[in-house]
């Protein structure tokens, strides 16, 4: 069973469009995030939740917004994009609680805007 | 949020070298952790240091948690083919309750045949 996962794996879509990303996690963790990593392979933080609490809220547009009905699930949803929201999308999850924060990753969504 | 400068960026050697990767920061983490991305999936983690001078090894791969808990640096013995991707450092500073990991921007790693 895959611990992360996220769907969908490719995602090419217009300038203008609306589009989600869903992910899931099935380790029972408390917090969840989304990261975006850039062609330079730079992974940065956007969002973080913790038991469906937003956390942490880094420099991103609202067009970015996420969506957490359950501590299980962390999806993302993105209004009216951008040519510049093209990179691939991370969703991780770990257990915030423990003595050091190990995260898991999904595998990633690319996201290309046209 | 707290910077990790990663070095080299990139690094290219031949089989059987030895390679030393760097991870420095200004600021003190709580732990700071080594994760190994391949091409089309996501970082997969490979080590978590958490006491200062602390000396973790896996197989060919050694870390090492600097004294002050600010620099962190992965050396690999030997190295294989099967060693090529992006090797990401990444700091824990929930200590201050924030949750989140803060990565340096990778070493891509090229290990030629």
Redesign the interface.
């Known amino acids: 069973d895959t611990a992360?996962s996220q769907t969908p794996k490719y995602l090419v879509t217009q300038m203008g469009n609306d589009k989600s990303i869903k992910c899931e996690q099935n380790l029972g963790h408390d917090?969840m995030?989304w990261?975006k990593q850039d062609s330079?392979?730079?992974?940065?933080?956007m969002f973080?939740y913790?038991n469906k609490e937003l956390?942490?809220n880094?420099t991103v547009p609202n067009r970015f917004s996420p969506k957490s009905p359950d501590k299980a699930h962390l999806n993302l949803h993105i209004n009216s994009l951008e040519l510049g929201d093209s990179a691939v999308y991370?969703c991780?999850s770990?257990q915030?609680q423990s003595?050091?924060?190990?995260?898991?990753?999904?595998?990633?969504t690319r996201l290309t805007v046209v | 949020t707290q910077l990790l400068e990663q070095s080299p960026q990139f690094l290219s050697i031949q089989e059987g070298e030895n390679l030393t990767v760097y991870c420095n920061s200004s600021s003190v983490f709580s732990s700071l952790q080594w994760y190994r991305q391949e091409p089309g999936e996501g970082p997969v983690l490979l080590v978590t240091v958490v006491t200062g001078g602390e000396v973790k090894k896996l197989k060919r791969l050694t870390f090492q948690f600097g004294d002050a808990r600010k620099d962190s640096s992965l050396h690999i013995t030997a190295a294989q083919p099967g060693d090529t991707g992006l090797y990401l450092c990444a700091g824990d500073d929930s200590g201050a309750g924030s949750y989140q990991l803060t990565f340096g921007k990778g070493t891509k790693l090229s290990v030629i045949p």
């Open positions: 992360v917090t995030y990261y330079k392979k730079f992974l940065k933080i973080s913790n956390i942490i880094e991370f991780a770990s915030a003595s050091n924060t190990e995260a898991f990753f999904g595998q990633g």
